[in-house]
């Protein structure tokens, strides 16, 4: 599924949708501004590169940052929290890996935590292991969590289709 159906199933369903990027820096909210009719479900996002900006905007508790680093799926989880609050959307969506060309927080390249934030709280999440270049790696964690997204609209019809 791509992002224009994940954008229609939030559509359908009457949700909104908000992102936290750290290593696409924005790549994620262009995808999903690229389609047309976007604005129906899309309220915004932060691209909150910098640890302390995870911390200050998105609510990522300080001691976990200090304890596990940035690149950890509890972390993936605060901010896909995060930014559903602060953007005042159903959804969040949130991603923050090693793109490389070095090492993070005892991290290889290619491990990214992608996140999905649903309402009431509850959050969806992946480990990936990514191999390639900068680029490629950036790219597939896109497609990563709009996959895990779907997933979970795709799951959600089913809660409420009975």
């Known amino acids: 599924m791509d992002v224009a159906d994940a954008l229609a199933l939030l559509e359908r369903q009457g ?6 990027e750290s290593l696409t820096g924005g790549l994620i909210g ?3 501004t690229a389609v047309p009719g976007a604005s129906r479900v899309f309220r915004g996002g932060v691209i909150s590169y910098a640890t302390e900006l995870k911390r200050d905007l998105l609510g990522v508790p300080g001691e976990l940052l200090e304890r596990e680093g ?3 799926p509890e972390v993936a989880a605060a901010m896909a929290r995060g930014v ?3 953007c005042a959307a159903s959804y969040g969506m949130a991603v923050t890996g090693v793109a490389g060309p070095e090492p993070q927080d005892g991290r290889p390249v290619g491990t990214v935590f992608v996140a999905v934030a649903g309402p009431g709280g509850q959050v969806w999440g992946r480990e990936l292991r990514l191999e390639g270049s900068r680029e490629r790696i950036r790219v597939e964690t896109v497609h990563e969590v709009v996959d895990l997204l779907s997933s979970v609209l795709q799951a959600n019809i089913g809660e409420h289709s009975g």
């Open 15 to 20: 949700a909104t949708l908000a992102v936290a």
């Open 30 to 32: 262009a995808t999903v």
């Open 70 to 72: 940035a690149v950890h």
């Open 84 to 86: 559903a609050r602060v």
